[in-house]
């Protein structure tokens, strides 16, 4: 089961690797992404809403179905919310297999999804004093559903 | 029936929540949905464009025609934006 964590706090990317694994000698490679809020356009700030309880369900879910898509040693999903200006870290993805294809792809695979199904809001916040929601992107949406195809076969292309 | 609004939804209706009991005819999201737009000047803007809102019943994502019952958990939101 994968370790999932939705706070407030910054998370640090390699005690979580540490912590994945730790104990363990079957693990061939990990993976991970870290998203960061970028300054667009005078962002002074995102804030990130949630539904507690519902939110870690989602990921939950989302993190079980890469589980049985692909044979992984460790995950672990920490998405943060509140206050976060320019720079500051929100989501961390990390997989761990005992191959490298495994851990990648499921790694791309969870950003994927929980873009598209793990119940966050951003509100961005602007030097000038605006304030907006960002609205949902249909190439998120394209991006998950690419999963929706079982996986191609490798070739040379 | 316990409500969460989230988001933009939450901003417009003014609240983060509400118990309601809407008449027993009241049975799926789509018919809850009608019923809360009538209930405030705020809900109705927060549910004009019925396509922008997104729900869950019970922290399930749910489709307009999913039943719905007394007791039941039940989230509006706009189309979500993590990662």
């Known amino acids: ?157 | 029936m316990n409500i969460l609004y989230f988001a933009w939804v939450r901003q417009k209706i003014g609240r983060a929540g509400e118990e309601v009991s809407p008449p027993p005819e009241v049975t799926t999201v789509a018919a809850l949905v009608d019923w809360l737009a009538a209930q405030s000047p705020g809900h109705a803007d927060a549910f004009a464009n019925r396509r922008t809102i997104r729900c869950a019943v019970n922290q399930e994502f749910a489709t307009p025609d999913q039943v719905v019952k007394p007791g039941d958990e039940i989230a509006f939101f706009p189309p979500v934006t993590g990662g």
């Open chain 1, 1 to 157: 089961m994968a370790t999932v964590r939705v706070q407030q706090a910054p998370f640090d990317l390699g005690a979580e690797a540490a912590l994945l694994a730790a104990g363990r000698t079957d693990i061939g490679g990990m993976a991970s992404f870290v998203g960061l809020c970028r300054a667009d356009d005078g962002l002074a700030a995102l804030t990130l809403e949630h539904y507690p309880g519902m939110t870690e369900r989602a990921i939950q879910a989302i993190a079980a179905q890469a589980e049985a898509r692909w044979p992984l040693t460790g995950c672990t999903v920490i998405h943060r919310v509140g206050r976060l200006p320019p720079g500051e870290q929100i989501v961390l993805v990390l997989t761990a297999s005992s191959h490298r294809a495994a851990a990648l792809e499921s790694c791309a695979f969870l950003i994927d999804w929980l873009k598209t199904r793990a119940p966050f809001w951003k509100r961005e916040e602007f030097a000038d004093g605006r304030e907006r929601w960002v609205e949902a992107k249909a190439e998120d949406d394209a991006a998950a559903s690419r999963w929706d195809a079982p996986a191609p076969l490798r070739d040379d292309h």
